[in-house]
């Protein structure tokens, strides 16, 4: 399922303006379809949900950093929720009233991904509930590395 997208990086900042075919062509058809479509995954269907380990979540898109591990919590409410994220630039905040709701849609500070939505539910210390799609994260674990290091380093 995976493509080769060379718009992909963790270290590149600069705004990603892709038209509809061109991100086709690179991402994975469950990702085109919430990122750019705005669609939504089904609740309890993300692994990214479950995940308690500390590290950094990535827009799957295009590898800017969104969420911290610190910032997630349980919200009960079947997609991957977290009260901030890494910074101001990292996520633009555009108003949604589509489905009779008036909600607050978060996009990729990068590329416009669609991640999710925001709603002011959360606990402190923001009082917000960033609710985004486990599709559009990419998880990568901080401690690992270390963790392995100093188990070494026990044993020497
Ligand atoms: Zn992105």
Redesign the pocket.
């Known amino acids: 399922m995976k493509k080769n997208n060379p718009y992909y990086s963790r270290t590149e900042k600069d705004s990603?303006k892709l038209t509809p075919e061109e991100w086709k062509n690179v991402l994975p058809d469950n990702l085109y379809y919430i990122?750019r479509q705005k669609g939504t995954e089904r609740p309890w269907s993300s692994p990214i949900e479950k995940i308690k380990d500390t590290g950094i979540y990535y827009?799957a898109?295009?590898?800017?950093a969104l969420f911290t591990s610190d910032t997630k919590f349980e919200s009960g409410c079947g997609w991957p929720s977290f009260y901030e994220p890494v910074s101001k630039e990292s996520i633009i905040y555009t108003p949604d009233n589509t489905h009779g709701m008036k909600r607050v849609e978060v996009q990729?500070?990068?590329?416009?991904?669609h991640l999710g939505h925001v709603f002011e539910d959360g606990p402190p210390p923001t009082g917000l509930r960033y609710c985004i799609n486990g599709v559009v994260l990419d998880f990568e674990k901080a401690e690992e590395a270390r963790k392995q290091y100093e188990e070494k380093d026990k044993q020497a």
């Not at 898109?61 to 800017?64: K, V």
């Not at 990729?108 to 991904?113: K, P």
Request: aromatic fraction near 0%; glycine fraction near 16%; charge should be neutral.
């Open positions: 990603l990122a827009c898109a295009c590898g800017n990729c500070g990068r590329c416009e991904a």
